[in-house]
């Protein structure tokens, strides 16, 4: 069987439900993981790891964030 993850924002419950019912019914079993949050976490967090600009300019905070996420 394939190993799944879920990252997930923790105040976005509505997503964590409709992908669990998904993932449960196709019978994967999955582990979740707190995403990081691009509204609450501070600049400095965000910028760990990356370079604020990419060839196309300065990246997002939300893009930050899900960069983080996933590292």
């Known amino acids: ?22 993932l449960l019914k196709n019978d994967f079993k999955f582990e979740r993981f707190s995403a ?18 990419g060839p196309m300019g300065e990246i997002s905070r939300g893009d930050l964030a899900c960069f983080q996420s996933h590292y």
């Not at 069987?1 to 998904?22: A, E, P, Q």
């Not at 509204?39 to 990356?50: D, M, P, T």
């Open 36 to 53: 990081i949050d691009a509204k609450s976490e501070s600049l400095s967090e965000l910028n760990k790891n990356i370079l604020q600009y």
């Open 1 to 22: 069987m394939i190993k799944c993850f879920v990252i997930n924002l923790d105040r976005r419950k509505d997503r964590l439900k409709k992908i669990s019912s998904h």
